[in-house]
């Protein structure tokens, strides 16, 4: 993984890890495993990247148990991650849980 991803990646899980009072490996994965009564019960929102953070912190805040399965990370086709535009959208995220606020 590269140096700015994996800082970022390391930045959103200590600061979703705080939001919620559990430790998160790994905030930005893209590879997710939910119980059916997850799904049912906690209601995130989100058009891009910042739709997996709000899940994780309204599912940690639920109550829901976080737990992180380690895989190997494989780069093939190009990400759709655009760098600034995606970070801010997750920053704003973590910002308004932060503040209390819930968009």
Do not use: K
């Given at each position: 993984?590269?140096?700015?991803?994996?800082?970022?990646?390391?930045?959103?899980?200590?600061?979703?890890?705080?939001?919620?009072?559990?430790?998160?490996?790994?905030?930005?994965?893209?590879?997710?495993?939910?119980r059916?009564?997850?799904?049912?019960?906690?209601?995130?929102?989100?058009?891009?990247?910042?739709?997996?953070?709000d899940?994780?912190?309204?599912?940690?805040?639920?109550?829901?148990?976080?737990?992180?399965?380690?895989i190997?990370?494989?780069?093939?086709a190009?990400?759709?991650f655009?760098?600034?535009?995606?970070?801010?959208?997750?920053?704003?995220?973590?910002?308004?849980?932060?503040?209390g606020?819930?968009?």
């Amino acid at each position: 993984m590269p140096l700015g991803r994996r800082l970022t990646n390391a930045l959103a899980s200590a600061a979703v890890g705080a939001l919620v009072g559990d430790a998160i490996a790994d905030a930005q994965s893209g590879y997710r495993a939910v119980r059916r009564a997850v799904l049912e019960t906690v209601h995130a929102c989100g058009d891009r990247y910042e739709f997996e953070t709000d899940f994780l912190i309204r599912a940690g805040r639920a109550g829901y148990r976080i737990a992180a399965v380690p895989i190997p990370t494989v780069y093939g086709a190009p990400s759709h991650f655009r760098a600034l535009r995606d970070s801010v959208r997750v920053v704003r995220t973590i910002w308004h849980h932060r503040s209390g606020a819930l968009h």
